[in-house]
């Protein structure tokens, strides 16, 4: 059964779910861009803080074995209603952190409500994208990294004016709780899934290969974002050799293309197929992140940095927007099972750089990183192979 709504009512879901995407782009970004001064605050080593990072991803690994049955079985609306106002929380709790135990189990809830409302924002995603009848998701990915651009350039502006992570915290959780309050009646009052009864799809399944191939590309996208989000803000201290004031300067430009990038994306998925759009994604991150490897300097690294945000921007919408479109799997478990599988990426992706530059330097991390961003390309024609013969 299709369902037909106003374009009044159209617009309403999708400014809503745009709000939140908007919500969550400010929080992780304000956790992001502020890792170098929580890193020196504690006195943390290369190695020690990827240890400690590997709390985020552990906890957003935690949720990932609830999170698609939440959503299933409550509905995306009363999911990320609650779970919305928890994840700016747990900001908090990180910039409350005096001792290393503390930030880790900061960052493990800040992990585990993040990925319930990443789950239920992107099943609501899925929904609005259904009511248009086009591609519209990688547009909410667009606004999520817009605001980590904003967020980015604000907590500049908070570092020159010397105010504590914690007080930064603050204001971002006030801001999140009041966009939140004012946009929550607005969300897609139900999964739109739940309407259309002629569609058999299960809860409990096991990922079939279309699921699968859908989450590596995701891991490698992911893999590299995670580099960026964590690393590239120390990567410009340490290895270029910037001043404090300059050293955010890689990770606005990131957010900057991923930002453009996504908004382009839909037209782009259009006109080249989605397989062509990973292919080229692929190669774009490897040129990136190898540019800013072979010439450390300051307007190299930012356009490699530049490069890489354009390659990362529209992956993870695409793998998303195909998996919710699954013929067997309901859209929350769905996406669950392709996150699980991309989050790897974070897993694994912070804590390695870590281990690895302490070992080598953060120059071989980042190319190493690199390669791995060749799996998008890689997997796209698996991807494609898969989709011709259904």
């Known amino acids: 059964m299709q369902i037909k709504l106003s374009i009044p009512t159209q617009r309403y879901y999708r400014i809503a779910v745009s709000t939140f995407f908007f919500i969550q782009g400010i ?13 020196n605050m504690l006195g943390l080593s290369d190695a020690g803080l990827g240890a400690v990072l590997f709390s985020l991803p552990m906890g957003q690994l935690t949720a990932m074995t609830v ?31 005096h001792y290393v ?19 239920s ?7 609005v994208e259904r009511i248009y009848r086009r591609s519209i998701m990688a547009s909410f ?22 105010i504590s992570p914690f007080v930064h915290y603050i204001i971002i959780f006030l801001t999140a709780f009041t966009l939140m309050s004012i946009v929550r009646s607005s969300v897609l009052p139900r999964d739109v899934s739940k309407n259309q009864t002629s569609e ?16 590596i590309v995701a891991f490698g996208s992911m893999i590299c974002e995670g580099t960026m989000f ?17 050293i955010r300067i890689g990770y606005i430009a990131f957010m900057l293309t991923m930002a ?22 692929g190669i774009t991150i490897f040129t990136g992140l190898m540019t800013a490897i072979i010439f450390p300097y300051l307007y190299s690294a930012t356009f490699g940095f530049l490069l890489v945000g354009a390659g990362t921007s529209s992956v993870v919408p695409l793998c998303y927007s195909n998996a919710g479109k699954s013929k067997r799997i309901l859209p929350g478990m769905a996406l669950a099972m392709v996150s699980s599988i991309g989050f790897l990426g974070f897993l694994l992706g912070p804590p390695l750089i870590g281990f690895i530059a302490q070992l080598f330097n953060l120059r071989w991390s980042f190319a190493f990183v690199a390669i791995l961003g060749l799996i998008i390309t890689l997997m796209s024609q698996k991807l494609k192979q898969i989709l011709d013969n259904e």
């Open 27 to 39: 929080v992780f970004a304000s956790w992001a861009s502020r890792i170098p001064d929580i890193k």
């Open 67 to 97: 999170s698609g049955i939440l959503v299933s079985k409550f509905g995306s609306k009363t999911t990320l209603s609650i779970a919305a106002v928890f994840y700016p929380l747990a900001l908090v709790g990180i910039g409350s952190a």
């Open 101 to 119: 135990w503390q930030l880790s189990l900061a960052l493990y809830f800040f992990g585990i409500a993040g990925n319930i409302c990443n789950i």
């Open 121 to 127: 924002i992107n099943t609501q995603g899925v929904g």
């Open 141 to 162: 990915h667009g606004i999520w990294s817009l605001a980590g651009f904003m967020a980015g350039l604000f907590s500049t502006w908070i570092v020159s004016m010397h």
């Open 200 to 215: 058999k799809r299960k809860m409990f399944v096991m990922p079939d290969k279309y699921i699968v191939v859908l989450g």
């Open 230 to 246: 964590d690393w590239s803000s120390i990567y410009f201290e340490k290895v270029l050799k910037l001043p404090n004031e300059l």
């Open 260 to 281: 453009t990038g996504r908004f382009a994306a839909d037209k782009l998925v259009t006109r080249f197929g989605v397989d062509n759009v990973l292919k080229f994604s």
